[in-house]
């Protein structure tokens, strides 16, 4: 081992070299398990444009490219899917001048400040789901037993004290409801995935909207028979698409019309997976109402926990949603405006995991 390579492989954290692509062109063992990938699959990738961090990297890279000075940018949340977000600053040094390669290193700040000073909106959501999940848990057996004892009492009382008892297990009902979601935000396993077809998951979940929270809206069904099947845990996916229905419906109080929409475009996008394996993802389904649309407020914080527009909301519905879609490696994005809201996933063909399973 020459020298270099004994500093390289003993620097304490992930450093990464890029091309004047930003693609990488080699990585220290730290990086491959900071990233969750092998040097094979990070080698080529633009790992740290494509990587989730709260900071655009980008533009910091291009100017110590073109100052040919070192860069640090400090406190960069960054968000290996699957991973706990660490916070790191990051350094950029200029290798070469003249062919562009620069030496990234990201050195992890203390994990305890991620929870402390660190204000990072998707911090803060993540450690406030943990401790809601644990709240959630620590709350409900008490709350069962005021609920139950209320109950009891109501069984010797006159008509006014009974409207009392029945408020509290009203109210108590109510509460049990939401720690329950809390919970099985937490309680969510990784999806067991299995070739389904996309519209026996929009039939299951409109027939049950349709019965149910959504009986005051028209459902309209405009599928592509032909589409090839996807590669998911169904009942993940109905969850999904029930939680996109009940926000629609949600929107509207009296009437309105949500469309159930798929279709097949190859061209919209592609998503790596934790195995570092690209996959396009040319399944497209789309639920679509006529509503009011996302409130303005909020609308860039649909997606995370406790982001809620209604008032009784949870704001979960749809954290619950991003998140089984990103297990699914799909994406889901929004356009909303007055009249008309468009929720679409995105998903991968299931031959494109069968192959690979097989080879
Ligand atoms: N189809 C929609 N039309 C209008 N607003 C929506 C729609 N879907 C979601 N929203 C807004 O996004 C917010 C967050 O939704 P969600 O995460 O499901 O939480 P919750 O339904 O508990 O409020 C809603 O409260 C609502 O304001
Ligand atoms: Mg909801």
Known sequence: MTGTQTVWSALPFPALILDAHDQVTDVNSVAE???NASRNALIGAKVLSETHCDVDLVPVIARA???AVPFTAAGVLIEVRGMTPVVCDVD?????QETGHIL???RPQDTAMRFGKRSSPEAAALSAIGMAEMLAHEIKNPLAGIKGAAQLLSMNLEPDGVELTNLIVSETKRILGLLGQVEQFGNLLPPNRKPVNIHDVLDRARQSASVGFGRHMVFVENYDPSLPLTYADLDQLVQVILNLLKNAAEAQKVSGTIWLRTFYDHALRRRQD???QQHSLPLQVEIIDDGPGLPAAIEDQIFDPFVSGRENGTGLGLALVSKIVADHDGWISVTSNPGKTVFRISLPVADDFLEKEAS
């Open 33 to 35: 398990e900071f990233f």
């Open 65 to 67: 490219r073109t100052e």
């Open 92 to 96: 950029i040094n200029v290798l070469e």
């Open 104 to 106: 990234a290193l990201l």
């Open 274 to 276: 934790k195995d570092g």
